[in-house]
C-alpha cells in the first residue's frame, strides 16, 4: 500500500468516526434522560417501569449535562463559555455523592465508586471546552476502563433494578465515546489511527487490559472476597497498569524509537491552544486582479499569528505543526469568520464579481461539521455565499464515495465557488475535474515565477487556461512579480493575478487603504502600476 493510499484510509478512519461524533453525545444524553427518570421515579416512590433502588439521580443528571456540554462544544468556532459552564455544573452535580459519603451522609460504596467515574467524564467535559484534548482523552479512556472494570460487581452485588443501572453505564459509555471522538484529530489516538499497522497491538494491548480488569473483578466476586471492595481495589490495580503502558507504549514498537512529540514542537502546540483561545490568529489579504481591465476583484484571506512576545508568526513555522495535531481545524473555522467579517467593511466588494477566497485544509474536509460551520458563520456575518470562495489544495480532493466529496458538492449547493489551490503540482487532479464544482484552477507559482522566458512554464500555462476554457472553468494566476509575467498572463487570456507585482499580504487596515487607493486611480499597466505599490509600501 502505497504512503497515499496510507493517509487516504487513515483520513477516512477518522472521518468515520468523527460522523458518530454528535451521534455519541445525543445517545448517550438520551439514555442518561431515560436512566434519570427511572431513578426520579422511584426515589419518588412513584411507580415505575423498572424497580430502581431509592436513590436520587445524581449520576444520570450529571451524564446527561457531559453529554449536553459536548454536543454544544462540537462547533470549534463558537464561545466555550456554555459548555464549560454546562460540564462546571455537571462535575459540581456527580460531586454531590461522594461529598455526602465523605460526610457519613452516604454508604453505599459502589454509588460513591460510580460517582467517582461520572465525575472523570465530567472534568473530561471540561477539559475539551477549555481545549486541553490530549487531557481529555486520557481522562475519557481511563473513565472508560474504569466503568468496565466496576460494571460486573455493580451488576452483581447493587440493589434494585439492573435494567437501569446498564442504561447508566451504558450512557456514561456513549459520553465517553463522544470525548473520544471529539478529540481524535489530536494526541493519542490520532497517532494510534494513523500509525498503521503498529497501531493494531496498541489497541490488543488496550483491550487485554480491559479483559484482564473484567476478569479480576469476576474472579474476586466468585471467590466472595468482599464485594464492595473490589470497585476500589480494581481502581488502584487499573491505575497503575494504564500509567506504565502510557509510559511504555510508545516504546513498544521497533519502529519508533523517538518521543511521539519532540519538546519544541510539544511547546508549539501548547502556544498554539493559548492563540486559539486569545483569538490571536488574524487575516492578511493579498488582491487579486482582474488581469483584462486591471480592477480589483477579489482578494485571497491568509492565516497569521500575531503572538504576543514573537510578533507575527510565519505560517511555516506553525502551520505544519497545527496540521499534524489536528488544531488547523479551529484555526481555519477562526479565520474563515474573521475574513468573513473583513469583507463585509470593504467598499469594493459590493460589486457582483468580487470574491473573497478561503483556504481550506485537507483535515478541515474530512470534518463533519464543516458544512454546518460555514452555514453558521455565513449566517451570522451576513457575507452572501455567493461572494465566498473555498480552495482546496489537490491533495486534498477527492473522488465519488471518498470522505468529503458530499460536503465539497453540498457547499456547491449553497453558492460557494470551488478553487484548486497549486494545479499542476499534484499528478492525478484531472481525474477529479470531472466529478467535482469546480469553478476556479489557481496556477501554482512555480509555473508563473519562470514565466514567460522558460518554455515548458509557458506551455504548461497556456495548457492550464485551455483546460479551463473548456472546462468553463476560471484561472487565477499566483505569485505574479513581473510586467512581463502579467503581459503573458494577458495574452494567454488568464483570467485573475495575485502577486507582490499587485501587493504582499497586508493587515485589514492596510488593505483597506491599498483598495481605496487603488480604486480612485484609473487601472494602469506594467511598470507604472509595480512603480506605484513600490510607493505605497515604502
Not at 492578511?284 to 510578533?311: C, F, K, M, S
Not at 509555473?447 to 483546460?467: C, E, M, N
Amino acid at each position: 500500500m502505497t504512503a497515499q493510499n496510507k493517509r487516504q484510509r487513515s483520513r477516512s478512519v477518522i472521518r468515520l468516526l468523527l460522523e458518530f461524533n454528535p451521534r455519541f453525545s445525543i445517545l448517550g444524553t438520551a439514555l442518561a434522560t431515560t436512566s434519570a427518570i427511572l431513578f426520579g421515579l422511584s426515589w419518588l416512590h412513584i411507580t415505575a417501569i423498572f424497580e430502581t433502588q431509592p436513590s436520587p439521580p445524581v449520576n444520570s443528571v450529571s451524564i446527561m449535562l457531559t453529554g449536553l456540554s459536548l454536543f454544544l462544544s462540537r462547533t470549534p468556532f463558537r464561545s466555550k463559555r456554555l459548555p464549560l459552564a454546562i460540564a462546571t455544573v455537571s462535575l459540581l452535580v456527580a460531586m454531590m455523592k461522594p461529598l455526602l459519603g465523605a460526610a457519613g451522609l452516604m454508604s453505599s460504596l459502589w454509588i460513591l465508586t460510580n460517582s467517582t467515574i461520572v465525575c472523570l467524564l465530567a472534568f473530561a467535559a471540561i477539559l475539551v471546552s477549555i481545549q486541553k484534548p490530549v487531557a481529555a482523552q486520557v481522562t475519557a479512556v481511563l473513565a472508560i476502563l474504569l466503568f468496565g472494570a466496576s460494571l460486573l460487581s455493580v451488576v452483581q452485588t447493587a440493589p434494585g433494578s439492573k435494567v437501569a443501572i446498564l442504561i447508566l453505564y451504558a450512557s456514561g459509555f456513549l459520553v465517553a465515546s463522544s470525548v473520544l471522538t471529539r478529540t481524535i484529530y489530536r494526541g493519542p489516538l490520532y497517532r494510534m489511527v494513523t500509525a498503521g499497522s503498529s497501531a493494531k497491538y496498541i489497541f490488543a494491548q488496550a483491550f487485554l487490559v480491559v479483559l484482564l480488569a473484567i476478569g479480576i473483578t469476576y474472579l474476586s466476586i466468585r471467590n466472595t472476597i468482599h464485594p464492595y471492595f473490589v470497585p476500589l481495589a480494581v481502581i488502584a490495580i487499573l491505575c497503575l497498569i494504564y500509567f506504565v503502558l502510557l509510559k511504555l507504549m510508545p516504546f513498544l514498537s521497533h519502529k519508533q524509537v523517538q518521543p511521539l512529540v519532540p519538546p519544541a514542537r510539544r511547546q508549539v502546540i501548547n502556544d498554539i491552544d493559548h492563540a486559539l483561545a486569545d483569538k490571536q490568529f488574524t487575516t492578511y489579504y493579498q488582491p487579486q486582479i482582474d488581469v483584462e481591465t486591471g480592477r480589483l476583484v477579489g482578494a485571497e484571506a491568509l492565516a497569521r499569528w500575531i503572538h504576543p512576545e514573537n510578533g507575527v508568526v510565519s505560517p511555516a513555522d506553525f502551520i505544519p505543526v497545527a496540521e499534524q495535531s489536528g488544531q488547523i481545524i479551529e484555526i481555519g473555522y477562526q479565520v474563515l469568520e474573521r475574513a468573513c467579517l473583513d469583507a463585509m467593511t470593504w467598499p469594493f466588494f459590493q460589486s457582483a464579481d468580487a470574491k473573497l477566497s478561503v483556504n481550506i485544509s485537507p483535515l478541515q474536509l474530512q470534518a463533519p461539521d464543516l458544512l454546518e460551520n460555514v452555514q453558521r458563520i455565513l449566517k451570522s456575518t451576513g457575507l452572501p455565499a455567493e461572494k465566498l470562495v473555498l480552495e482546496l489544495t489537490e491533495t486534498a480532493l477527492v473522488r465519488r464515495g471518498e470522505p468529503g466529496y458530499d460536503t465539497i458538492w453540498a457547499l456547491h449547493g449553497l453558492g460557494i465557488s470551488i478553487a484548486v489551490d497549486d494545479f499542476g503540482t499534484g499528478y492525478s487532479c484531472l481525474a477529479y475535474l470531472s466529478d467535482l464544482p469546480v469553478q476556479y484552477l489557481k496556477i501554482d507559482q512555480s509555473f508563473v515565477k519562470k514565466l514567460p522566458d522558460d518554455q515548458p512554464s509557458a506551455t504548461i500555462a497556456r495548457s492550464i487556461v485551455g483546460l479551463g476554457c473548456g472546462l468553463q472553468i476560471k484561472i487565477v494566476a499566483e505569485g505574479v512579480e513581473t510586467a512581463e509575467q502579467e503581459d503573458f498572463l494577458k495574452s494567454i487570456r488568464c483570467h485573475k493575478a495575485q502577486g507582490y507585482y499587485y501587493s504582499k499580504p497586508m493587515c485589514p487596515e492596510d488593505f483597506i487603504d491599498w483598495a481605496s487607493s487603488f480604486n480612485e486611480k484609473p487601472p494602469v499597466q506594467g511598470p507604472a502600476l509595480m512603480e506605484g505599490k513600490r510607493m505605497f509600501f515604502a
